[in-house]
């Protein structure tokens, strides 16, 4: 007779557990934004020194889509630029004044792209 594995935690149920309560949502079962599409999406591409102590970072706003489309979009313009930078709530930072050069590139990605301010 084969001997049965002892479980030592709920992820050895296979996930399932069983909840009486009316208002349970399973967790790490987060739904994802739908994508919207690219030429559908408006960015706003300016430039900002101000509250990051005089270095001036060129700042991406407007994107409409899941975040993690949101970090794929800033790693790709940060690798074009050779720059630093952050992708997170719904803005891509890229450190340095890199405006006319990330507006080319996200026109090639088929994003509609407005410059915003001077």
């Not at 084969?2 to 079962?29: Q, R």
């Not at 101000?50 to 790709?76: A, C, I």
Request: with cysteine; aromatic share 8%; hydrophobic share 35%.
């Amino acid at each position: 007779m084969a001997k049965k594995k002892k479980l030592s935690s709920f992820g050895d149920l296979g996930g399932m557990v069983f909840s009486t309560d009316p208002d349970f949502e399973p967790v790490g079962e987060e739904l994802e934004e739908d994508s919207v599409p690219f030429n559908e999406q408006t960015l706003y591409v300016s430039y900002d020194k101000k509250q990051r102590k005089g270095k001036v970072v060129t700042l991406v706003q407007g994107f409409e889509g899941p975040e993690s489309e949101l970090v794929e979009l800033g790693k790709l313009l940060k690798n074009k630029c050779g720059a630093g930078g952050t992708a997170k709530d719904g803005e891509i930072l890229v450190q340095g004044n890199f405006v006319t050069k990330i507006m080319e590139i996200l026109a090639k990605q088929g994003f509609n792209v407005k410059k915003k301010g001077g």
